[in-house]
């Protein structure tokens, strides 16, 4: 079992509808990633956070450490967030990053 | 400027060959990565460079070579590769390493292994 876990693997959803991307984790960890990768390869990070909630623009990131559970939402949903969305978490005891495996993220017009 | 680059974007070798993948960032980074992404899978740390010194190896076959001349350089160096190293080669800076910083990632290089 891997330690980071992301739901679903894949998502297709139409546009304007309310996506949620979930990650849960079995490590101890200092501070969790949300991740965008679009198709071409390059990543850009979203937010880093370890507590509570943070929002830029349409995505809200959510984390309850003592569930060991984040949540990725995209509201008003548009084709241009069709992308893979990859968790991430940094362990309490080193520097590394463990990574989820992504969630591909469809979105139709 | 764009703040990792990553050349070339895409490479077609054959098992026998020789080739370079190259990594910039623009940054002022002290700490740079190598990533492998294959198909549906996690992204796999290779190497970890801090203030150009190799701190982690993470049981890379020696057919990679990294190489890290300053902060601002890092070099993945191919050979005798096998059709399974066929992945996408991500490159990352930070600030420093670990602590609360954030990866910046370059676009990668697509390898294709024949």
């Known amino acids: 079992k891997n330690e980071v876990e992301q739901s679903p693997q894949n998502l297709t959803a139409q546009e304007g509808e309310f996506i949620t991307i979930n990650c849960s984790y079995s490590?101890?960890?200092?501070?969790l990633h949300w991740l965008q990768q679009h198709p071409g390869g390059g990543i850009v990070s979203l937010f880093m956070?370890?507590?509570?909630?943070k929002k830029h623009g349409r995505l809200i990131a959510t984390i309850n450490i003592q569930e060991k559970h984040s949540s990725l939402h995209i509201t008003a949903s548009h084709p241009r967030d069709s992308a893979v969305y990859i968790c991430?978490?940094?362990?309490?005891?080193?520097?590394?990053?463990?990574w989820g495996a992504g969630t591909k993220l469809i979105i139709k017009p | 400027e764009t703040g990792v680059t990553q050349t070339p974007r895409h490479l077609v070798m054959g098992m026998t060959n020789k080739k370079s993948l190259k990594c910039e960032q623009h940054?002022?980074?002290?700490?740079m990565y190598w990533y492998k992404q294959s198909a549906k899978k996690p992204l796999e740390l290779m190497f970890v460079?801090?203030?150009?010194?190799?701190?982690e190896n993470n049981s890379v076959p020696s057919r990679f070579s990294p190489e890290c001349p300053n902060s601002s350089h890092l070099f993945l160096h191919l050979h005798t590769l096998q059709p399974e190293d066929s992945a996408l080669y991500l490159c990352?800076?930070?600030?420093?390493?670990?602590?609360?910083?954030?990866?910046?990632f370059g676009p990668g290089t697509r390898l294709t292994v024949t």
């Open positions: 460079y801090n203030f150009k010194e190799q701190t």
């Open positions: 490590v101890g960890i200092s501070a």
């Open positions: 991430a978490v940094r362990l309490d005891s080193n520097y590394q990053l463990i």
């Open positions: 940054l002022g980074h002290n700490a």
């Open positions: 990352a800076s930070s600030q420093v390493l670990g602590g609360s910083d954030e990866q910046y």
């Open positions: 956070l370890s507590s509570g909630k």
